[in-house]
């Protein structure tokens, strides 16, 4: 029995399961033999990643918080030279 | 032997005879079922791109030490790719787990109310079971190579293969007799 007859066996009741298999077809693309690191670096930075923020952005209010905090993080700084320099 | 193998076994030769050419005509010989099965494992482009040609220097810096008498050089390929690809996945997998902004996202949630396509099925199972269907089904090998490829008992590849369609028929809500179920 050749291989492909051999796989297809344990398929033998399953025709629709099959058929799924069958329709899954991966395209191959063109790519050299020889590795690229500056291109794998590329791929990693251009790669989509989790927001580290993400948790936080979805309680309710944070958002608000999230984007005014540069703006009380600055006046907290500023604050703190202005007392640096009166005392 | 088939007209494949003798053709493989002659490449072989020749590169080990010091033929550079003979090597790149095993690369398009072999990279398209090598990346089909890394792409079907992990459904990720450059990922699946790194491993064939990472696994391709390897094969080139041992040819020396293949032995065709061992197992076929599709196996011996295979083998090094699927440790190279399992290495690579559980050192992301760590580093998931420390710095989880990082890494970059692949996975889908999927709804339970959904039903899945034979891609998301495939990729539902785990790491252990899809490996195996994935060689049998598309690359056709026997149940002896699949258990050298992942570094398995041969019984255990037979009962991996058994539980990997049942899960597969319950991701695709498909019945015991081939049919749809109803929903």
């Not at chain 1, 050299?32 to 291109?39: A, E, V």
């Not at chain 1, 989509?48 to 309710?60: A, K, Q």
């Not at chain 2, 053709?7 to 080990?16: A, D, E, G, M, Y």
């Not at chain 2, 890494?103 to 891609?119: A, G, K, N």
Request: glycine share 4%; with cysteine; charged share 25%.
């Amino acid at each position: 029995m050749d291989k492909k007859k051999q796989n297809e066996e344990f398929l033998k009741p399953d025709p629709l399961l099959k058929m799924h298999l069958d329709s899954y077809q991966v395209d191959i693309p063109d790519f050299p033999m020889k590795k690229n690191r500056f291109s794998r670096l590329i791929g990693y930075l251009a790669s989509p990643t989790n927001n580290p923020f993400e948790g936080y952005v979805n309680l309710s209010g944070s958002l608000v918080v999230l984007s005014v905090s540069p703006i009380l993080i600055g006046l907290v700084l500023m604050g703190i030279q202005i007392l640096r320099v009166s005392l | 032997m088939s007209v494949n193998e003798n053709k493989v076994s002659q490449l072989i030769q020749k590169f080990q005879e010091g033929d550079k050419e003979a090597f790149d005509q095993l690369y398009v010989l072999f990279k398209p079922s090598l990346y089909a099965f890394l792409f079907r494992f992990t459904k990720d482009e450059q990922f699946c791109i790194d491993i064939v040609q990472d696994a391709f220097l390897k094969l080139h810096e041992n040819v020396h030490r293949y032995d065709s008498n061992k197992a076929s050089l599709k196996t011996y390929l295979f083998q090094i790719a699927y440790n190279l690809m399992i290495n690579k996945l559980n050192r992301r997998k760590k580093w998931e787990k420390l710095i989880p902004f990082l890494i970059p996202r692949h996975s889908q949630t999927i709804h339970q109310d959904e039903s899945l396509t034979i891609r998301e099925a495939i990729l539902q199972l785990s790491e252990s079971h899809r490996a195996i269907i994935i060689l049998s089904y598309y690359h056709e090998m026997t149940q002896n190579e699949i258990s050298e490829v992942v570094g398995i008992p041969v019984g255990t590849v037979k009962s991996r293969l058994h539980h990997a369609i049942n899960k597969l028929r319950e991701f695709l809500e498909v019945d015991l007799h081939g049919q749809e179920k109803a929903k």
